[in-house]
DNA sequence: TTTAATATTGTTATAATATAACATTATGTA
DNA sequence: TACATAATGTTATATTATAACAATATTAAA
């Protein structure tokens, strides 16, 4: 579908494919180390790169973990509700698509009566590989 | 009622108290900054105490915020699952206390079937109070 | 199609968050 | 007591992230 990733820009891009490419989450400066040979050579050109796909919904982060992975949903969208599971043992993680999740959440009113469109859940347990050993 | 706060070691029970005290979450280097009077030099000394705090439930870790609160169920249980609210404008953050939403998570299974015992969740919104603003 | 606004890049320095490694002391328990 | 476990103290260092400033590229308006 190509979607949004031609506007990125060549930072960005670079940044992006190779967070794409990685079965797992990747953290800040594992990044730099990888695109050093790409030209970019400072932790700020990362951070900027890395904000930048956070906000249009590229990638998330993993605020548990200090990591960012791509955004697994195939719409890409600006996605300001996340939900992943975290495997403890393998540091494995899955975005959770589930619409009965994301509705109940997005309809969720606490106590106050407030509720919220914006949201990032995480759990934690045993991946079914981690699980049998 | 107490609770196990009597077993808190020296350091621990300082930190806590501090926290505890605090309106507003708390970062570990002002922590630190809060408690030098009271003899704790080095920033080892808080993240052992914070781990341990954390560990025992008596506080949670804000991930996305880097900060510590105390926890705010009575009971005061080691808890392995946890949601909050935070206002993006002022950073209030509140402990959301809801047996429904607590029920609906542990009970959630993702695709692949599994489901998970703990879960960290935090909501993003504007707090009534910012909202008005 | 120049101009102006906005976004992106490059660069150096530094701030903020967190842990490693090792020695010592305190506490709980057999 | 004595043994194990937990907590403390200390120095050094690793990891994560941003400030500040200058330059270049891209977009959108006049």
Chains 1, 2 share one sequence.
Do not use: W
């Not at 079965?23 to 790169?49: C, D, H, T, W």
């Not at 548990?64 to 494995?92: G, L, M, P, V």
């Not at 469109?117 to 049998?132: A, Q």
């Amino acid at each position: 579908m190509m979607e949004k990733q031609l506007n990125l820009s060549k930072n960005q891009k670079i940044i992006f494919d190779l967070i794409d490419k990685s079965s797992e989450p990747m953290k800040a400066y594992s990044i730099l180390f990888n695109v050093q040979k790409k030209g970019i050579k400072a932790p700020l050109q990362v951070y900027r790169a890395l904000d930048k796909l956070v906000e249009i919904g590229k990638i998330h982060k993993i605020e548990s973990r200090n990591a960012f992975i791509a955004c697994q949903n195939s719409s890409c969208q600006i996605s300001k509700t996340t939900a992943f599971s975290i495997c403890e043992s393998c540091e494995k993680v899955t975005e959770i698509k589930d619409n009965k999740l994301a509705k109940y959440l997005t309809n969720f009113s606490d106590n106050t009566g407030m509720n919220y469109k914006k949201y990032n859940l995480e759990f934690f347990g045993l991946c079914k590989k981690c699980k049998r050993k």
